[in-house]
Every structure is written in C-alpha cells, then in structure tokens.
C-alpha cells in the first residue's frame, strides 16, 4: 500500500498546507484517511472524488473533518450532473452529537458509525480501531495489506493503549504537535512521546505528523530521534511505500 500525505498540519495550516488527511493508494484502489481543511484541493492531485472507494474519520474536529462541509457540494453537484453515480460512503464516530449531526449529509453521504468493535475491509485493507484519549471520541486506526501494516495515532495524549495497538506496525503515523511539552496542557503528543511510542511498540518507522505550524518541525525530528532513530517528518504530497 502507498500513503500520500494530503495534509500535515494540526489545529490549522500552514501558509500553502493543508490539515490532516491520508490517502491511502492499494492496487488503485483509494481510500481517504481524514478530510481536514485544504484536503480536497490536494486529494485531486491524485485522483477524481468519484474514485475514492471511502472516508474514514479518525474524530470529528474540523482540522479533520472540516472539508467534507465542502466535499458534500461536489458530491451533490456530480451526482446532479450524473458524473458520479453513487454516494460517497464515509465512516466516522457517532459523536459530538451535534458535530455528527452537521455532517449528516445524505444528499451526498452514506455513512456509517465505529466504534473499538468495528473492522472494516475497504480498498483491499483490513481496518480496526482503537479508542484514543482526546477531548472528543477519537480513534487510531489499522490498516492492514497481507504482512502489512500502518498504524495512525489520530489526535491523543501518550498512553499505553496505542503502545499496545502499534505493536509491530511498518509504519507509525503519528501526531507531534510540539517538540515537547510547555506550560500549556494540550490533548496531544510531543515528539519525544511520539518517539517513545514508536520504540515501545517495537515499530520499523515513524513518520511524525499533526504539527502545529509555530513549532520547529526540525527540532521535532531531533527530539523523536533522540529515542527512536527511524523518525522522519512527513512532508506533503510525498508518497510513502509501506
Ligand atoms: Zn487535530
């Protein structure tokens, strides 16, 4: 399988980038990992809406969510057009309530809810997911090819859950939004947890991501590799064979 970084930033992007979104690309088959904002734009660098077999929303914050707000117009316009014949089917938490709600679209979305008991197979892959620790319902997800393995942490504080559900990946995507913790507490990982998680789950590669844009993606990359050698920082449109 083949990862596409469509977004790299967390909370809100960069000048020219875009927040959170992961194509994932498995014998031409494409399936979406998060729709932040400026995600639809990029995904179309790659491929048409209309080939996109799914969406998976890791939560429902908009730095993750926010594009299918504007994705459900394209849908809508196509499938008026007769340029696309059927609904985009996409998968995401049951709540906020209100959050689920506004992204009831079903003019242009079929979608279905997970939770920790869902697998799904999708674009030739197995997925299973893992309840995180956010302010909000958040799950990391597995995506499984044959041997296999990608893992994403989605947004969550550093804890032994995702240690545990990492374990042996080829490849952790996962969130370092600073290099390492302030004075502020945030829902979130630093880069040297980010690291620490890679190492204790025994994993091959770390691909850091979810960066908050006043941060030095540098020193992140230093801090993570000061526990876990394998990390690298993810950089937009670049493609990732796993
Ligand atoms: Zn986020």
């Known amino acids: ?16 980038g875009a927040c959170s979104g992961y ?26 809406i209309e080939d996109l077999e799914a969406i998976v929303l890791s939560h429902l914050h908009d730095d993750h969510a926010g594009d299918l707000r504007i994705l ?34 079903p003019q242009a979305f079929d979608i279905s809810y997970v939770n920790e008991k869902t697998e799904l197979e999708l674009a030739g892959l197995h997925l299973r997911f893992c309840p995180m620790r956010h302010s909000i319902e958040t799950y990391a997800i597995s995506l499984e090819a044959g041997a296999k393995k990608l893992v994403y942490s989605a947004d ?31 829902p979130h990982m630093t880069a040297l947890e980010a690291g620490e998680t890679a190492r204790l789950a025994g994993v091959e590669r770390l691909l850091l991501t979810h960066l908050w844009c006043d941060e030095d993606a540098e020193r992140c990359l230093l801090t993570a590799r000061t526990v876990f050698e394998q990390s690298e920082e993810v950089m937009e449109l670049q493609e990732y064979v796993i």
Not at 28 to 40: E, F, H, P, Q, T
Not at 159 to 185: N, Q
């Open 23 to 48: 194509l994932i690309e498995n014998n031409g088959r494409y399936l979406l990992i998060d729709c932040g904002n400026g995600v639809l734009s990029r995904l179309q660098h790659i491929c048409r």
């Open 156 to 186: 969550t504080t550093f804890h032994e859950g995702l240690i545990r559900f990492a374990a042996g990946a080829d490849v952790l995507l996962c969130e370092a939004t600073l290099a390492e913790a302030g004075d502020v507490p945030i």
């Open 1 to 16: 399988m083949k990862l596409i970084v469509l977004g790299k930033y967390g909370t809100f992007p960069a000048a020219g």
């Open 72 to 105: 459900k117009y394209a849908v809508e316009t196509k499938l008026a057009f007769g340029t696309m014949r059927h609904r985009v089917k996409v998968y995401m938490p049951s709540s906020p309530e209100r959050a689920a709600r506004d992204l009831d679209y």
